[in-house]
């Protein structure tokens, strides 16, 4: 790729910001989850356009979006689907639930019981649905966007590790600066920038896409620099339980991703360390006293990228 050429997926970027003003780490960081076959939780606060980032992703890769609103009283039959009875056939039938899409907003997840959100469980991973017996395999390519405000603790059951660690990424978006501010302001008074917007990346070009990540040239050594970071996550003296190995699967994914989204050759560092907080954070629990104290799984994140060597002066692959 020659360096003036635009990056081949810049388009579905560019989309996604002509709504999403002033956030373009968070939306590339999305899409290369998105590239990675990934799922994503986006944490922040109420009105900073987290439903809008969804929408508009979904939107750009010309597929229809199912929404699903979380609450307390969503069961997991609402989620995945159930058996009815058909009186034709005097036979049961799967009809299948709104988590038969190629992207499904799971809003405000943390606001449905455990047991609602542990339905969430196989389809992320197995990218499945398991019913009277049966497996009924979701859309391909399947990507799973939640939010949960962070803020707002009432009535909401906080996601367990184990689902924690489903998600590829986590993200915050966070207020706008002033200017990108005035822009949303702007671009909102007669219409939502959204009705304006048009696909740009059909399926087939994305599932070429995610295979094409797989091929992105990863040193061995990197590997190791990954493998160390997360071992580094569990010894820490103020955490309680470390990234998983699943983290640094996901790590490097993450960051094959990346490089295809920006037009770059293969994996370096920079690309590792830009994206280990939104890929190892989420996937770290600090001690309560050391929570207390304000530490976070960010914070960790930081102090072992300060702590663990970057392999220097690699050769670039073949």
Known sequence: M???????????VANVESVVFG??????TVVAALLA??????????????????????RSLDTPMKRIQCTPDLLPSDVTGASVYNPKTLA?????????????????????????????????????????????????PFFLIATQNPVE???????????LDRFLVRVALGYPDPGSEVKVILAQRETHPLERLRPVLDLARLKEA???VTRVPVHEALVGYVQRLVAATRVHDQVLLGASPRGAISLVRA????????GDRYVTPDHLKRLAPSVLAHRIMVKPRSR???MDGAGVVEDVLRQVAVPIDLPPPA
């Open 210 to 212: 995610q295979v094409a």
């Open 255 to 262: 960051a094959q991703a990346l490089v295809l989204l920006q």
């Open 292 to 294: 207390v104290q304000g």
């Open 2 to 12: 020659s360096p003036n050429a635009e990056p081949p997926l810049a388009p579905l």
């Open 92 to 140: 049961f039938e799967f009809r299948p639930g709104p988590v038969f899409a190629s992207v499904v907003l799971a809003d405000e997840i943390n606001r449905a019981t455990p047991r609602t959100q542990s339905a969430f469980l196989e389809a992320m991973e197995e990218r499945q649905v398991s019913a009277d017996g049966d497996a009924h395999p979701l859309p391909e």
């Open 153 to 163: 603790l009432a009535g909401t059951f906080p996601l367990p590790e184990a689902q």
């Open 37 to 58: 076959r990934g799922h994503v939780l986006i944490e922040d606060v109420p009105g900073v356009g987290k439903t809008v980032l969804a929408r508009s992703l979904a």
């Open 23 to 28: 956030k373009r780490a968070a939306v590339e």
